[in-house]
């Protein structure tokens, strides 16, 4: 083989006789390339100081690469040339680093995954405050993104870092248009537009109006259908809970049905329109009507409540009227609750101030005689006095043996609200003389029970114990509601010398117990 150089001052020339002045080898053919040496990854790699430029044929990645005095580059995935894929390629500048620009109406780039989980374009942003996709549009009527789906997801976006604070989507419009408009345009559909869900501890949707100069509503909701404009469900608390500084947290209109309806399917007493006021005036819930047959707050119930109102110290529902009636009702009207304590015939009244009140009816009863079973007293043991006949009890407090059949509970008066109570007593007993002395002593108690805790308040005490002796009197007590009265009864022999019996007179006329309320406090 024989070659032919030619050498024009600093230049040398392989095929052509006039090298370029800018080479120094300039190889010129049309029918051969050049050949560089050729060797395999772990060869080109184990080259021991390899000078700047360097060039090699990697066999195994088929590509040529150069030494650029740091590492080793793939010249074709790193300058020019075709692309082979996957690629991947990493430079540090303030412009765009790939710039497509088409002047035509296709695509300036498109992506593209035929594989049932694949990616068509992936966008991401590694460091702070950074933009995985930015987006712009300069032009009228033109989209900054424009996204078309047949079937699946039109736009998805999710947040895998559940230590993020950041705004998952955050939107700043400084126009004079919407800044979300979301149609749904399938008249068949009975989808929502709009879904919002979470399974988080704060709000589901939080909107924010703070141009104090807008005199709009924060939320407007038209629906020209024949449903309800906004229709919100509560597992357990308020389902719209509205709150204001000045003017209406809730304002309902309609011209020809309800402006606000609240409805309710809990059995747990929750209402279906629930208003709270934590100020120091305004109303939780407020009607006003202008005609004469309009309701400003209309309550119709079947079963329930038509209007609830509660209250902790305020006021739980108020009515005014300047010349009509600030309450009418049509139907049965049930006060219970706070300090009116309700009862079975009581009377509504009020105090000085008009605060009403129930007042109960008389709390009265008398029981006489003894069960003759229980007549019979035993030497140093206290035994309860079983009155026999109830001869009245005006307001069922008093619950005789007959009645209960339980000896501990039987023959007690509980007391039913806290009040001045007068009791009258009388016990007759019979107990035989010892002929070898002293004679028995007998003792009869009043006691009461109060949250568990047994006293005696009365007291009666009677020595030489012989024969016919006579217990009781008449004595006032102040109790408190569920305070029990009873009477108990002990009979000690003194020694156990000679026979001795002593026992209750059982009959009506000579042992009986009476009490009633004097004053309710």
């Known amino acids: 083989m024989i070659s032919f150089n030619t050498f024009c001052q600093n230049s040398v020339g392989i095929g052509t006789v006039t090298p370029n002045t800018s080479a120094v080898l300039d190889i010129s053919s049309t029918t051969k390339g050049l050949l560089i040496p050729r060797m395999t990854t772990a060869q080109r790699t184990a080259i021991s100081s390899p000078a700047n430029g360097l060039l090699v044929f990697d066999t195994n990645t088929k590509t040529i690469w150069a030494w650029d005095g740091t590492a080793w580059k793939n010249l074709t995935s790193s300058g020019g040339g075709s692309l082979s894929l996957p690629f991947a390629e990493t430079i540090n500048t303030s412009t765009a680093a790939f710039t497509i620009t088409n002047q035509g109406t296709g695509a300036a780039v498109e992506g593209l995954s035929s594989n049932q989980f694949g990616i068509g374009t992936a966008s ?19 989209k900054a993104i424009n996204a078309l789906s047949d079937s699946g997801i039109v736009f998805n976006g999710e947040n895998q870092f559940a230590g993020n604070t950041n705004t998952l989507m955050n939107l700043v419009n400084r126009g004079l248009g919407k800044t979300v408009s979301s149609q749904l345009t399938n008249s068949s559909s009975y989808a929502p537009n709009m879904q919002i869900a979470g399974n988080h501890l704060g709000e589901q949707l939080l909107i924010y109006q703070t141009n104090a100069n807008n005199t709009n509503p924060a939320v407007a909701v038209n629906n020209a259908g024949t449903g309800v404009a906004v229709r919100a469900v509560a597992a357990s608390d308020a389902a719209i809970l509205a709150t ?7 304002s309902g209109i309609s011209s020809t049905h309800n402006g606000v309806r609240g409805v309710t399917n809990s059995g747990t007493g929750f209402a279906g329109v629930y208003g709270a006021n934590t100020g120091t005036a305004g109303a939780g819930v407020q009607g006003v009507a202008n005609a004469a047959i309009a309701s400003g707050v209309y309550g119709g119930s079947t079963n329930g409540k038509g209007v609830s109102g509660i209250s902790t110290n305020g006021v739980g529902v108020y009515a005014g009227s300047t010349n009509g009636y600030a309450l009418e009702t049509n139907g049965n009207i049930k006060i219970a609750g706070g300090n009116t304590n309700p009862s079975n015939g009581a009377v509504l009244t009020s105090d000085a101030a008009g605060n009403a009140v129930w007042k109960g009816r008389a709390v009265g009863f008398k029981v006489a005689g ?32 007959a009645e209960n059949g339980n000896t501990t509970e039987g023959s007690s008066f509980y007391a039913p609200v806290n009040g001045l109570y007068h009791f009258d007593m009388r016990l007759i007993t019979l107990a035989e003389s010892n002929t070898f002395g002293p004679n028995p002593t007998i003792t009869a108690h009043v006691d009461r029970t109060r949250n568990g805790a047994q006293v005696t308040v009365v007291d009666y005490y009677r020595t030489d114990a012989v024969r016919r002796t006579e217990f009781g009197s008449g004595f006032d007590l102040v109790l408190n509601a569920g305070d029990k009265i009873e009477v108990y009864i002990i009979y000690y022999k003194q020694n156990n010398l000679g026979v001795e019996t002593a026992g209750i007179f059982y009959n009506t006329d000579d042992t009986w117990f009476s009490g009633h309320l004097v004053k309710e406090l």
């Open 124 to 142: 991401k942003a590694t460091g702070e405050y950074g933009w995985g996709l930015y987006a712009f549009s300069g032009r009228q009527g033109s």
């Open 244 to 250: 204001s500084t000045s003017g209406p947290g809730v």
């Open 370 to 401: 003894v069960v003759e079973s229980y007549s019979t007293l035993t030497d140093n043991v206290w035994t309860k006095v079983h009155f026999g006949s109830q001869e009245y009890d005006l307001a069922q407090n008093y619950i005789t043996l």
